[in-house]
């Protein structure tokens, strides 16, 4: 079984700070791991991903996570955000070996708002 | 392309009605799941299918619940004698075997009075 936690359920920042959304997991088994991005009234969009290699992955709009295998985290980062990074941000892992039949089992959230 | 596709989008029922959501999945995806999110929550993942068969269901899903995709194409998500806490938003997501993320549809959002 595995389980995920997103450590902060919101965070306010302002326009081009900083941010760090963090996530921890738990698992028995290897995991991939993964965040995905949920605007306003849309459905779930991943926004990267981690399978194998480098362990550090980056997105088009310039997020970027890191793998930690020892300290079982896989935290979200941008150097500077806009207003319209503005969603909810869900950390998730399926079982590597697909004996869960590769189900994604979820973090409770972390609501990103930034603000002008 | 067109992406994961679910209908309705929204659906309010009385207590104790039947409802039935549809999701069409990316053509030629051959996995395809549901999840159940509630207000504040992660989704959380109900039901699984590799084509036609049904592979795995979650003790989420009570007796009430029923899950089908004949033909390996969409899939229908049907509640019997719904409760007020199945409100709640149901998510379908599609996957091609040879990828790992998956694919997710807008939603549909069911309310119980």
């Known amino acids: 079984a595995q389980s995920v936690t997103q450590l902060d359920s919101q965070v306010p920042v302002f326009e081009e700070a900083p941010v760090e959304l963090r996530c921890n997991y738990s698992?028995?088994?290897?995991?991939?791991l993964f965040w995905y991005v949920q605007y306003p009234n849309q459905g779930l969009q991943l926004l990267l991903k981690?399978?194998?290699?480098?362990?550090l992955v980056e997105s088009i709009n310039g997020f970027e996570a890191e793998f930690n295998k020892s300290q079982t985290s896989f935290h979200l980062r941008k150097p500077s955000v806009h207003i319209s990074d503005t969603a909810e941000y869900f950390c998730?892992?399926?079982?590597?070996?697909?004996?869960?039949?590769?189900?994604?089992?979820f973090g409770k959230g972390t609501l990103l708002t930034v603000n002008p | 392309d067109t992406g994961v596709s679910q209908n309705p989008r929204h659906k309010i029922t009385k207590r104790g009605q039947n409802v039935t959501f549809r999701c069409d999945p990316i053509?030629?995806?051959?996995?395809l799941y549901w999840y159940r999110q509630t207000l504040g929550q992660g989704p959380e993942f109900l039901t699984y299918?590799?084509?036609?068969?049904?592979?795995?269901k979650s003790r989420l899903l009570s007796d009430r619940f029923s899950a089908e995709r004949p033909k390996g194409s969409f899939s229908t998500l049907e509640i019997q004698r719904t409760e007020q806490g199945d409100s709640a938003m149901y998510l379908c997501?599609?996957?091609?075997?040879?990828?790992?993320?998956?694919?997710f549809g807008p939603g549909t959002r069911l309310t119980v009075t």
């Open positions: 998730a892992v399926s079982d590597r070996s697909g004996g869960s039949n590769y189900k994604l089992t």
């Open positions: 997501a599609s996957s091609p075997d040879v990828i790992y993320e998956q694919y």
């Open positions: 299918f590799q084509n036609e068969a049904q592979l795995e």
């Open positions: 981690y399978l194998s290699g480098s362990t």
């Open positions: 698992s028995s088994v290897s995991v991939y």
């Open positions: 053509s030629e995806h051959n996995r």
